[in-house]
């Protein structure tokens, strides 16, 4: 179970520091797709639960709120980038 949070966070806050709020809908396609695509093999290839299932695409949203978070807070901390069209020349 572990593991399946783990997962959830870090690939959440990847895609929280990174994209819109609309990458999480491919995101847990993604998720349910594997897990389907598991559970359609042989008896025994899914050692999960739906349970399991359910907490990564949960953890997978909480971590992208972590992500949006953390980029909403760091981006004051950034050095503001010196464009040669901002500059005058006086």
Do not use: N
Not at 21 to 27: C, F, K, N
Request: hydrophobic share 60%; net charge positive; aromatic share 8%.
């Amino acid at each position: 179970m572990i593991d399946f949070i783990a997962t959830g966070l870090l690939v959440g806050g990847l895609l929280g520091a990174r994209f819109t709020v609309g990458a999480l809908i491919p995101a847990a396609a993604l998720i349910l797709g594997v897990a389907a695509l598991a559970w359609a093999g042989p008896a025994g290839a899914a050692h999960w639960s739906v349970f399991h299932v359910l907490a990564l695409v949960v953890f997978l949203q909480i971590g992208y709120v972590c992500g949006a978070g953390l980029r909403l807070f760091m981006a004051p901390l950034r050095m503001p980038r010196h464009s040669k069209a901002l500059r005058t020349t006086r």
